[in-house]
């Protein structure tokens, strides 16, 4: 006699009883709505390069020096500097006590301390921006706060040395006659 046969199994199922449709599926329990579901999508093509995106997300907090290669996204709290290579994008959860340097920001919440940008700064609606800021470009929708002075320049302004020069340049054009 074999121990697994075909036999065998026919007349152990004809034993058995037919199970109801609860026996055979556990019960199902109401689940309660939380709202809309958002789901992330990917890039329908990947990016040119194979760096990441930086995301600091509501309840971080981090204080010190901060750096990011790429592009960044804070909606959290940062106390310190920020440096980046790219863009920052500061929510409007986040809550920044930083100076600030990157290729662009986009400010949407709350910073105090000198923004530096190479490229521009854009300060939203929902913005409070206090301090100063240095770019190029300098965009400040309406119903944004900002307290600072503004300098619109390259990143890092020349020397502002005073250039001397020679004595006969200097004497007025009226005296000269």
Same mark, same amino acid.
């Given at each position: 006699?074999?121990?697994?046969?075909?036999?065998?199994?026919?007349?152990?199922?004809?034993?058995?009883?037919?199970?109801?449709?609860?026996?055979?599926?556990?019960?199902?329990?109401?689940?309660?709505?939380?709202?809309?579901?958002?789901?992330?999508?990917?890039?329908?093509?990947?990016?040119?390069?194979?760096?990441?995106?930086?995301?600091?997300?509501?309840?971080?907090?981090?204080?010190?020096?901060?750096?990011?290669?790429?592009? +960044?996204?804070?909606?959290?709290?940062?106390?310190?500097?920020?440096?980046?290579?790219?863009?920052?994008?500061?929510?409007?959860?986040?809550?920044?006590? +930083?100076?600030?340097?990157?290729?662009?920001?986009?400010?949407?919440?709350?910073?105090?301390?000198?923004?530096?940008?190479?490229?521009?700064?854009?300060?939203?609606?929902?913005?409070?921006?206090?301090?100063?800021?240095?770019?190029?470009?300098?965009?400040?929708?309406?119903? +944004?706060?900002?307290?600072?002075?503004?300098?619109?320049?390259?990143?890092?302004?020349?020397?502002?040395?005073?250039?001397?020069?020679?004595?006969?340049?200097?004497?007025?054009?009226?005296?000269? +006659?």
């Amino acid at each position: 006699m074999a121990i697994f046969s075909k036999e065998t199994d026919r007349n152990s199922r004809a034993n058995e009883t037919p199970k109801t449709p609860s026996q055979v599926a556990p019960a199902l329990q109401p689940v309660e709505d939380r709202g809309p579901i958002r789901l992330a999508t990917a890039p329908a093509a990947p990016a040119a390069h194979d760096e990441g995106r930086a995301y600091l997300d509501k309840g971080s907090k981090v204080s010190g020096k901060l750096s990011f290669d790429g592009p +960044a996204r804070i909606d959290g709290q940062v106390d310190g500097e920020i440096h980046a290579k790219e863009s920052i994008v500061i929510g409007e959860s986040a809550v920044v006590t +930083a100076q600030i340097k990157a290729a662009s920001v986009v400010v949407a919440g709350k910073i105090s301390g000198d923004i530096v940008a190479a490229q521009r700064i854009e300060i939203r609606p929902s913005a409070k921006v206090l301090g100063n800021v240095t770019s190029p470009v300098l965009i400040i929708h309406e119903g +944004a706060l900002f307290e600072g002075h503004c300098s619109m320049q390259a990143e890092s302004p020349r020397d502002n040395k005073v250039a001397v020069f020679p004595k006969e340049e200097r004497i007025p054009q009226a005296q000269k +006659a």
